[in-house]
């Protein structure tokens, strides 16, 4: 039983005024179907119940691409599946009533008049009925947090063991290979080589958590198989070997049919140069679009931290608008609609070409805000694509161009470390190499005060964090010209040749490290006919051109010698280490 009748006489008058109501949603899924969401209204709870007792883990988006990557470079099988009615799985705990008001009352009654017939009482004219929850249902603080715990400790019995650096992910060896679970709340991702030890972990779940619902019939898991899953607003594609692509082009097609007719038409990039200049005594724009302008860039930020990271530095700007946008706020989120528009079909691409190796950009535009505040860029990639990327103002100032970076550093290094100790807990050895552009900021990394003259010594030490991790050999810092520094893209609006360059080596139309130098877009590039655009080497005017035969390859030679199979090098697994709590 989910939940219990109760005599309303038998509740105390602060029980009543603090029941929970009863709320039905209706939502259309993307495959067209029609789902009935029933929810309790858990928002009075919070007046009494606090964060530590509420907050479930849900996995981390990093991890989940992480895993996504691995899945593909090892040739996994891969299935994801919902439970249903999950948190119905798990007891609730302590008291908690709710009441059902009305038509809610009337579905009850028609379901079951035995049980609930008595306990009908009037208020304000209407039937209500009150209860007490047996079950953690959807809407309730807890609810998340039991359900949780309910499946984080059956898969402990299972036999598998939690990444005590995200915990939604598991794994266990079976049959010699690794089979990893990654799951938020109820939509579980499971992966192995081998596709029986996928099918009996399923049957595993279907048996605890399939379940009877009215009528008789029984409600087993959703399961998809094969080489495509629909997966947490994300289209996960395996179908080409050894790269995994995050499609959100149906994501995207929704959001482009919501616009208005003013922001109609198609942008080069998501930005332009002016991106970060706020103008004094713009009008700011009314209520109404105040709201859209809100909500679509919460949309747009969903989508820039999953499958289109291109769009992040525009994003990460717009999101500081929020609360009061101006006309000039608007246009710039209209550039992005537009450039969205020219590129609805453009999906991330992720692979590990680099075997162990996890290579991160990190960068810095000097005081190009307002307040005269630095812009941090970085970007993280295991050899095809960015699986992770970060645009953020600087929450300080600094006086010089060496001091910003090595705040952007600061700013990224925990994620950095994070990614390193993850993926050692999955049991998979690498080394972590931080790309950046300027001498003067690798010195003070690698050598810290040592390094430190008379315009650096205002420094704070927090800042030298980096020279401890480099001791310790959990980072190595190495140069990068700037010119091959992906990270830039993240720290200003490029434009052009660079932009292209870095754009797609940001969504894994070409590997990471193959291309030096300023090239046109791949993607611009239509057939091998004389009448196809042409791919060239972008140079300022009267730059000298050696004769002799570069050995950079070009944005086309680089697709034309892609393997057929895309085959690529395993990621070397390791002992795992103890975990390092402490960053």
């Known amino acids: ?14 029980e009543r005024k603090g029941a929970l109501r009863y709320l039905m949603f209706l939502k259309e899924k993307r495959c067209g179907t029609i789902k009935g969401r029933g929810c309790a209204d858990g928002r009075k709870q919070r007046d009494y119940m606090s964060k530590n007792d509420t907050s479930s883990p849900t996995v981390a988006t990093e991890a989940l691409l992480l895993s996504c990557v691995i899945d593909a470079v090892e040739g ?23 009441k059902l008001e009305g038509v809610m009352a009337e579905v009850i009654l028609k379901i079951d008049p035995k049980k609930y017939t008595k306990y009908v009482a009037k208020e304000n004219g ?6 007490i929850l047996a079950k953690a249902l959807y809407g309730t603080l807890q609810a998340a947090l039991l359900f949780w715990q309910n499946l984080s400790g059956k898969l402990k019995e299972w036999g598998f063991e939690i990444n005590p650096y995200d915990f939604c ?45 009215v009528g ?30 995050i499609n959100m082009i149906e994501y995207i097609q929704k959001i482009l049919d919501e616009m208005p007719e003013n922001m109609d038409g198609t942008a080069t990039s998501p930005a332009a140069d002016y991106l970060f200049t706020v103008t004094e005594g713009i009008e700011l724009i009314d209520k109404a679009n105040k709201e859209f302008f809100h909500a679509t860039v919460a949309k747009l930020l969903f989508v820039c931290k ?15 608008r929020v609360q009061n946008p101006t006309r000039h706020d608007y246009n710039k989120l209209a550039r992005v609609i537009k450039y969205l528009r020219k590129t609805r079909d453009l999906v991330l691409r992720l692979s590990a070409g680099n075997r162990n190796v996890i290579k991160w950009w990190v960068d810095a535009s000097y005081a190009v805000h307002r307040d005269m505040r630095s812009h941090t860029g970085g970007t993280m990639s295991l050899g095809t694509g960015a699986v992770y990327s970060a645009s953020k103002k600087q929450k300080l100032n600094t006086k010089s161009s060496t001091e910003a970076e090595l705040v ?48 650096t010594r205002h420094i704070n030490i927090r800042y030298f964090f980096i020279t401890n991790r480099i001791a310790r050999k959990e980072v190595a810092i190495q140069y990068c010209p700037t010119k091959q520094m992906v990270a830039d893209y993240f720290t200003k609006p490029l434009q052009g040749a660079l932009f292209y360059k870095f754009r797609d080596q940001i969504m894994g139309v070409v590997p990471m490290d193959t291309i030096t130098g300023d090239h046109r877009s791949v993607l611009d590039v239509k057939s091998d006919d004389s009448s196809s655009p042409k791919l060239t080497t972008a140079r300022p005017k009267g730059a000298h051109v050696s004769k002799k035969a570069t050995t950079h390859p070009s944005w086309s030679d680089v697709v034309k010698s892609k393997s057929s199979d895309g085959s690529i090098g395993p990621l070397r697994p390791i002992l795992k280490r103890s975990p390092i709590l402490s960053l």
């Not at 039983?1 to 602060?14: F, G, H, Q, R, W």
């Open 1 to 14: 039983s989910v939940m219990d009748p109760i005599n309303k006489y038998d509740l105390t008058a602060e």
């Open 76 to 98: 996994r099988d891969v299935a994801t599946c919902d439970i249903p009615g999950a948190f119905m799985q798990s007891d609730m705990e302590g008291k908690v009533v709710m």
């Open 169 to 213: 992910v598991a794994n266990k060896t079976i049959n010699g290979k690794q089979c990893t679970i990654v799951w938020h709340v109820d939509d579980l991702k499971i992966s192995h080589v081998d596709s029986k030890a996928v099918t009996t972990i399923l049957d595993l779940l279907d048996a605890q958590y399939g379940q009877e619902i």
């Open 306 to 320: 999953r499958g289109r990271p291109d769009l992040q530095t525009a994003i990460a700007f717009l999101c500081t």
């Open 408 to 455: 952007g550093i600061d700013d990224v290094l925990p994620q950095a470390l994070w990614t390193k100790y993850f993926m050692e807990a999955q049991g998979y050895g690498v080394t972590t190499i931080l790309n950046q552009d300027n001498q003067s900021t690798i010195k003070l990394s690698e050598n810290g005060k040592a390094s430190s003259g008379k315009g």
């Open 126 to 131: 209407k039937d209500v009925i009150y209860v």
């Open 216 to 245: 008789g019939k029984r409600a087993p898991l959703t399961i998809t198989r094969g080489k495509i899953h629909d997966y947490l607003g994300m289209l996960l594609d395996y179908s080409e070997s050894g790269i995994v692509k």
